[in-house]
């Protein structure tokens, strides 16, 4: 059975989602500036290289907010 959230509950999680929301938009703006020099600069190993950081840091970040939303949620 799920258990009905408070307005307070309610509040903490959409707090928390806009954190990491703008987390998430501050890594990709700045790595996607990254990958545009990269490409200027025809570095493709480079290129190829932030592409996979940013996946992986945007996974972090996402995995960090579903524990935040579940720690919220307990």
Do not use: C, M, W
């Not at 999680?13 to 790595?31: G, H």
């Amino acid at each position: 059975p799920t258990q009905a959230l408070t307005d307070e509950q309610k509040a903490k999680l959409a707090e928390v989602s806009k954190v990491y929301e703008a987390k998430i938009a501050d890594r990709e703006v700045f790595l996607n500036g990254e990958i545009a020099k990269a490409e200027a600069a025809g570095e493709f190993e480079a290129i190829e290289q932030l592409n996979k950081q940013l996946a992986s840091e945007r996974k972090v970040l996402e995995e960090e907010l579903e524990q935040k939303k579940n720690d919220l949620r307990a």
